[in-house]
């Protein structure tokens, strides 16, 4: 299978530059899997397509200040995204620009296009203000240095730091909007560039799906009786690393530390009951028929396959094995890729909490997902993988063609889908 295969073109004037004015306002295209049906409608009628008793799974992470602006001596400017770090191994960055092992870096409080005097500040030892203070935006020498302990390649390094990379990022950082946005974040997307729910300090960038969803909503799905719950997955590498092979399946994810509460758990546990509930009766169901049509001296159980020899066919109904889990029947709706990716890598380990590195590209079967709400992704991305492994790429290519001829706006900043 070939990344090239999932590609399509996305012109820069349909990818969503700024979050839109009010948080929801934006639309909704609603695409039915089975049958490649396409509705338009908007977010804020998202709650007109989801049921009673209906699970939506949230990821509650919090996006850390991770974009960090730095200097060398001689005042070169180097640009990085601090990374989620798993237990005690070394502290990862994102780089741009040159860097190599041994090289250090003096960290700033503000991003180049704001900073007044960074070369000559930086070769006198002294940094920009964090955040604005300090006279005429000078500050006194900063102690906050990083040092490159090892390039790891595509653009990936292990730094030493004289504090935790956290603590500076949370100080220092700045939200790490993602590159092809092409600007400085400001002060809106420091409230926008998160979710309303965020909780759990942690991920270097945002569950995008997510941005959309608003507090009005959240309490109008639960008034319907939509069950709202959480998990945690910080999102890293393994979200945004672009793939550099060829061939899908040689593409490797990078693991992200998830946490799945036993309240969410017992919530997708009691919708499997029901599932298999309504299934072992319309197997009793479609049986009583079998055997009803062999006394009334029709063909025996399971031996002929025409409809005349099939009550429930005359009657419109499907055996067990061919009937889909129906559209009223609560569902697990997975709020963005980064809660189905959690949701489905906790399917196949039975972990509750550890480390996720499943990769989902088409021909993967889903266990738990039923609904995703989704953005738009960028072309032959694992995110998009994902989405076509769900919808299926013919059905999420036509979708995708339907929306840019209707002008929705793409990636993290733009228009949603319910794919169900």
Not at 103 to 131: K, Y
Not at 299 to 309: Q, V
Request: proline fraction near 6%; include cysteine; hydrophobic fraction near 35%.
């Amino acid at each position: 299978m070939l990344v090239s295969d999932y590609n399509y073109d996305l012109p820069d004037e349909r990818i969503a530059k700024f979050p839109p004015k009010e948080r929801g306002s934006t639309r909704l295209l609603v695409l039915n899997r089975q049958t490649g049906a396409i509705q338009d409608s908007y977010y804020r009628n998202l709650d007109e397509f989801l049921n009673p008793g209906d699970v939506l799974i949230l990821n509650d992470t919090r996006v850390m200040q991770s974009r960090l602006f730095c200097t060398l001596p001689d005042g070169r400017q180097r640009e990085l995204v601090v990374l989620e770090r798993h237990g005690d191994e070394p502290q990862r960055v994102m780089y741009r620009g040159k860097l190599h092992e041994g090289d250090e870096l003096l960290v700033c409080g503000q991003s180049f296009s704001r900073t007044e005097g960074v070369r000559s500040l930086a070769r006198r030892g002294v940094a920009p203000a964090a955040r604005g203070d300090g006279p005429a935006g000078r500050a006194p020498k900063s102690e906050k240095n990083l040092t490159i302990k090892k390039i790891l390649g595509n653009g990936i390094a292990e730094v030493e730091s004289d504090v935790p990379l956290a603590e500076l990022a949370e100080q220092f950082g700045t939200v790490p909007l993602p590159p092809y946005l092409h600007r400085d974040a400001t002060d809106d997307d420091k409230k926008r560039y998160q979710t309303v729910w965020a909780k759990h300090m942690g991920s270097a960038a945002a569950p995008t799906a997510s941005l959309n969803m608003t507090e009005d909503l959240l309490n109008r799905l639960k008034q319907k009786g939509v069950i709202i719950k959480y998990l945690t997955l910080h999102v890293g590498l393994g979200t945004f690393l672009p793939i550099r092979s060829d061939k899908v399946e040689d593409h490797h994810m990078h693991s992200e530390w998830y946490h799945i509460p036993d309240d969410t758990l017992d919530a997708i546990r009691a919708i499997q009951a029901e599932r298999e509930s309504a299934n072992a009766s319309l197997r009793e169901t479609c049986g009583e028929l079998d055997r009803n049509a062999f006394s009334e001296g029709g063909p025996e159980p399971g031996k002929a396959r025409g409809s005349a020899s099939r009550p429930w066919r005359r009657a419109g109904w499907t055996r067990p094995e061919e009937k889909a889990f129906g559209q009223n029947s609560p569902r697990v709706v997975a709020l963005g890729t980064t809660v189905a990716r959690t949701l489905e890598y906790y399917a196949r380990t039975g972990k509750p909490e550890g480390e996720d590195d499943i990769f989902i590209y088409p021909g993967f079967e889903f266990q738990l997902v039923d609904a995703l709400i989704t953005n738009y992704h960028a072309p032959k991305s694992t995110v998009l993988m994902l989405a076509s492994a769900f919808a299926g790429w013919d059905h999420l290519k036509a979708a995708y063609d339907h929306a840019l001829a209707e002008k929705y706006n793409f990636l993290s900043y733009g228009d949603s889908m319910l794919i169900c």
